[in-house]
């Protein structure tokens, strides 16, 4: 399954997946997990759905021709229940896989810390269709934006402090000593180097 075909499982529309897999590349050769870790699970999970099949074919087969052998029969329920219970594990691994990739491409351009966004989306509540569409993410996301506003990006510009007028300066300046802050500095300098440099040459600093 190459990527593209993974993303529209998960139901992300056909016009956004050339986006999507350019993010879901950057996300699969990062942290979150490794291009080749993907495709190991992906092909682990075929593989095992193929030997699973083919055993449960025989096991039924020779149940069949067991007879009354009672300790035969037993041996073979047994075999068929671990089967089962294997192939529910890939199942549920595989689906978790899904859910958090859905989770990391939702948040992924909002997020300040995705994996402390993501640690908070309550994966019992979603719900993974059989069209691979993931049900309840946009509105835990979009709660989570309005409950917890500062741990996603603005959407707006800030707006920009002129000495003459227009705008607001920031409520500390972030280049004296007892409210130093490299962010702020470094987002006054983008925004309005001229309100950077009066509040700088204001806590002795030449820059």
Do not use: C, W
């Not at 041996?75 to 089967?83: G, M, R």
């Not at 810390?113 to 509105?139: F, P, Q, Y």
């Not at 309100?195 to 700088?200: E, G, V």
């Amino acid at each position: 399954m190459t990527i593209s075909e993974f993303l529209k499982s998960i139901g992300v529309p056909d016009d956004k997946v050339q986006d999507a897999e350019g993010k879901m590349k950057s996300y699969l050769d990062g942290d979150y997990v490794t291009k080749a870790r993907f495709n190991e699970l992906n092909e682990s999970k075929k593989s095992l759905a193929e030997q699973i099949a083919e055993r449960d074919k025989q096991l039924t087969s020779l149940k069949k021709s067991a007879g009354d052998n009672e300790g035969l029969k037993k041996q073979i329920e047994d075999l068929q229940k671990a089967n089962k219970e294997q192939k529910e594990a890939f199942d549920n691994q595989t689906k978790a896989l899904r859910l958090d990739t859905a989770i990391k491409l939702a948040i992924a351009d909002s997020a300040q810390d995705a994996d402390i966004v993501s640690g908070l989306i309550d994966k019992n509540k979603l719900i993974l269709g059989e069209d691979g569409k993931v049900t309840g993410l946009t509105e835990q996301v979009e709660a989570l934006k309005k409950g917890k506003a500062f741990l996603f990006k603005s959407s707006s510009p800030s707006p920009q402090y002129h000495p003459n007028g227009g705008g607001n300066p920031p409520a500390a300046n972030p280049f004296k000593k007892e409210t130093f802050n490299l962010t702020e500095q470094g987002r006054l300098l983008r925004s309005n180097p001229e309100q950077a440099r009066a509040m700088a040459a204001e806590a002795g600093v030449t820059i």
